[in-house]
């Protein structure tokens, strides 16, 4: 009793449970899988005057090259020709060998995680189907949920960077919702990454070959723009003296303050007034070389102080001051 009362419940109209059924291509193998779980759906929901129709229906809706094998022979049930159709239209692989390749799979060096992500799922996926349209047992339910927490572990384990660690935190149940995790994770890394490259090249640009930027500041409570210096990037920290000659030594290349042989000079010279050494008694003192030396310096000194009263003068006060120095050289000598 309580079975026909479930039958009753169960049972549909015949023209409902049909439009269940699509169509299977013998030339499409991937297609197989689904017309079987749609089968299944429909004999599941059929009564059982119900299924001798749906049977006929299904053999109908067979095309294909293929087809011809499968309308040679004839069928009790659904399960036969179900089982007919994995056999001899069913890829190659089996539920073994799709379990094996899921455990192996693992992130490729140049694999993103959208890519890895769906070669696990798709692999996933052709599991539950077959198992889904092999498998009618008590036993289907165990081993789906076995597939879900292996294609789970595979993918966490399988990532190559730190995304992995932080999915292994997060106690997901199910691979989508850890597959939508880890790629918005990925999104947001790679959107910082990239972040990061346009801000070291950009302040790489602003370094080099950049003009000094505008410096704003106020007077009198105005708003001022300081204009920048063009010229600051073309001045060294040493002015040229290709074009000077030396007062002093009257060679090119420094000028009076940097003359060493000046400098060498004033040192000497200091160093006798510290001893406090009189003029005769230096000269009885130091040698003839030393002696003629100082006759040099002093001499050089000498037409240095000429030679800059000469260029800060007029023409007629220097030839005034050189006839009063010749005056004084006379009355020196005599």
Known sequence: MPLEIKNERM??????????IPTFDTKENNQLYRFVRSCNSAFAL??????SILLVYVLNNITGS???????????????LRSFLIEKFSHVKTIS????????MFQKPNETMTEYFHRVDLCRSKIVEKLTAEILDETLAGRLATTEETALSVFINGINSDVGAMLRTKNFSNLSDAGRFALQEDKIRAMNNARQALFRVSAASRTVNSPRPH???????????????IYQQNTSKTPSYQNVICNYCKKPGHLIADCRKRAYNNNIRN????????PQQNFRALPAAKINNLN???????SSSVETALTSCSPHQTQTSTQELNLEDLQIDS
């Open 46 to 51: 059929a009564s059982l005057e119900q299924e």
């Open 296 to 302: 040099h310096l002093a001499a050089s000194e000498a």
């Open 97 to 104: 060998h799709l379990s094996l390749e899921l455990q192996s």
């Open 215 to 229: 410096v704003k500041f106020t007077i009198d409570n105005r708003s001022m723009t300081r204009p920048p210096n």
């Open 271 to 278: 160093s006798l007034q510290e001893q406090n050494i009189s």
């Open 66 to 80: 293929g087809a011809s094998d499968v309308h040679c022979k004839q069928y009790k049930t659904w399960i036969e």
């Open 11 to 20: 049972a549909l109209d015949i023209s409902t449970l049909l439009k269940l």
